[in-house]
């Protein structure tokens, strides 16, 4: 990398720059795409680098999309994708301990495991979902890309899926509701269930902590659909098979917890025992019809053996 080069990065003025950026703890630069487009044009019209200098970005492996590094010049941008300049050059890795259950030409699922984030936050870009499956698919193809469909709760286990093409991304976040025909969840709670089985329906908001409450039905409010069966229990706990008609942000842990049966090691909505050092929640099956095959796809995930030893009696 050449002096020149290195002086254009740290001289540039980003608020000439109509984008909104922003700079994290180890000084990457980072930008919210404002419209499709390939990533070369888009250094260089929208970000305003030569063409020489946004080649050279490239070639010494600094650009990351939504956390996953790529050095390829037509790689397809979109609206709202997290473009990441970064201090210090990031290479794909080898992906061969992808926990795959499902890939076709339209989608790839995988089993995800607990403690790793779906996508990248605001504190965290290497470490994800995302970051796993733009490696294994851009070992075997340069130009492969994800998009986001859904996402899973950090500390959540199980069925992941991610689109292979925008289109299909698309269809799935217009149609989620339709398309989905299952949506199964295992849980671990605290307590023996009063009712053994159940349907909830609920309201949920979201607090300036960004946590979700039940609430009354209003306008603004969230409607919750929750079924749960008892598999198994003792005195101090229950398993639960759950199946969520709908699909709010933390439904499961808020709707439990709201008739006092918190799932295990959760202690962002409660305080209940945290035995074996997680969350004792796990999305054990996806069911979804593809929109444009229209196949179903019924993607499984085994249960954690360890829930239950927590149910033993």
């Known amino acids: 990398m050449n002096k020149n080069y290195k002086e254009n990065l ?34 260089i019209s929208d970000l305003h680098f030569s063409r020489n200098n946004a080649k050279g970005l490239l070639s ?17 941008l979109v609206k709202e994708d997290l473009l990441i300049i970064a ?21 790839i699922a995988i089993d995800k495991p607990y403690g790793l984030l779906s996508v990248a936050s605001d504190k965290e870009k290497n470490s994800t979902a995302y970051r796993m499956v733009s490696d294994y698919l851009r070992a075997k193809d340069k130009k492969a890309r994800i998009y986001v469909v859904h996402r899973l709760d950090k500390e959540t286990s199980g069925v992941l899926i991610f689109a292979k093409n925008e289109e299909i991304k698309d269809l799935f976040q217009e149609s989620w509701n ?37 609430c009354k039905p209003s306008k603004d409010a969230y409607k919750c659909i929750t079924e749960y069966k008892v598999l198994k229990e003792n005195e101090k706990n229950s398993l639960l098979d759950i199946n969520i008609e709908t699909g709010r942000k933390n439904q499961i842990r808020v709707t439990l917890g709201s008739i006092n049966h918190y799932v295990l090691g959760d202690d962002k909505y409660g305080e209940p025992a945290n035995p074996i050092n997680r969350l004792c929640l796990h999305a054990y099956e996806l069911d979804i019809i593809n929109p444009i095959t229209k196949k179903t796809y019924i993607l499984k995930s085994k249960i954690p053996n360890i829930f239950y030893e927590l149910v033993k009696k």
């Open 60 to 76: 010494h492996h600094l650009i990351a999309i939504n956390g996953a590094p790529t050095s390829q010049f037509d790689f397809p």
């Open 10 to 43: 740290k001289s540039r003025n980003i608020n000439k720059i109509s984008t909104r950026s922003r700079f994290n703890e180890s000084n990457n630069k980072e930008y919210i795409v404002k419209h499709n487009s390939t990533l070369l044009e888009y250094l």
């Open 87 to 107: 201090s210090h050059p990031i290479k794909a890795k080898k992906r061969s301990e992808l926990p795959i259950i499902f890939e076709d030409d339209y989608i």
């Open 178 to 214: 339709e398309l989905v025909l299952k949506r199964g969840y295992y849980a671990v709670v605290e307590g023996v269930m009063e009712k053994k089985s159940d349907r909830i329906i609920n309201y949920l908001k979201m607090n300036n902590l960004n946590l979700m409450y039940v």
